[in-house]
């Protein structure tokens, strides 16, 4: 099956088509979807979408665009909804962390402080319980990998990767897998084909980020889940592959970064 390995399903721009969209998914080959947290409002969110579907799980996380309306008392509520859903089978990461240095408001000193210290401990929450993690790393590459090799959570998702050789090795090195989507599909966009074509296969997993970063077929418009599919097609015929080949390879990353989502699909 595909994995779709970052999906907001949750956002406002699927209305109420999530469940539709998620079961015709399904029916292409799309047999998971995670669905990351982006704030505090909407941990109960992704846990009701996750068990209302057969092919959905989540995790839990403060999003870095969300971390300038974040207090402390989210992050301790974080801790303690992450240790509550341990027992969900459901819920399998910590995310979406990370940092945003594109947006010129994050890149504020004050901003960028507070945005080390949501990640340093967000990432501590995960080492603590020994999960995984999706990493937002916009423009902050090296500045995350400095945190990661210093807290060393149980590895994760370096999610959009769109860094250098060097970095992709540097997150490989940590125990992280590379999250490629409907960017590698613009022909325009040379350094993610180049990483999505010579990187290992078996470092890389497929991601939609659905609504956004929609395919080259796609694009401007909403992307889906139901790409995922024609996303990994594409990666195949980037890489000279059988798409049955990328399908398995990134199938077993997925498993092998999030192994509660191994457990779940047993």
């Known amino acids: 099956m595909w994995i ?5 399903l949750d956002a406002h721009e699927f209305g109420g088509d999530s469940r539709a969209i998620a079961r015709r998914a399904q029916e292409l080959g799309v047999g998971m979807i995670v669905i990351p947290a982006v704030a505090r409002a909407n941990f109960d969110v992704v846990r009701r979408l996750a068990a209302d579907l057969p092919n959905a799980s989540y995790a839990l996380g403060i999003h870095p665009i969300y971390v300038p309306q974040a207090t402390d008392d989210d992050l301790a509520e974080l801790r303690r909804q992450v240790e509550a859903s341990l ?4 819920f399998v990461a910590i995310g979406e962390i990370g940092l945003d240095f594109f947006i010129p408001m994050l890149c504020e000193p004050a901003m960028r402080e507070k945005q080390e ?4 401990e967000q990432l501590r929450i995960a080492r603590d319980f020994d999960l995984p993690v999706l990493a937002h790393v916009r423009r902050s590459q090296d500045q995350v990998l400095k ?3 210093q807290i060393r959570p149980a590895g994760g998702v370096a999610h959009a990767f769109n860094g250098s050789f060097q970095q992709a090795k540097a997150f490989i090195d940590a125990g992280f897998h590379l999250g490629f989507g409907g960017a590698m599909t613009f022909t325009r966009a ?7 074509v010579d990187l290992p296969l078996e470092s890389i997993v497929l991601e939609t980020d659905a609504p956004d970063i929609s395919p080259a077929w796609v694009h401007p418009g909403r992307n889906s ?9 594409a990666l195949a015929a980037m890489r000279g592959l059988d798409a049955d080949a990328v399908r398995a390879a990134t199938h077993a990353g997925a498993l092998a970064t999030m192994p509660r989502l191994a457990a779940l699909l047993g």
Do not use: M, S, Y
């Open 4 to 8: 779709d390995t970052h999906c907001h």
């Open 87 to 90: 027992a969900d089978p459901n």
């Open 117 to 120: 210290r949501f990640l340093r």
């Open 147 to 149: 945190h990661v090799r």
């Open 190 to 196: 040379l350094q993610i084909r180049r990483l999505a």
């Open 225 to 233: 889940p139901e790409q995922l599919p024609a996303i990994g097609a």
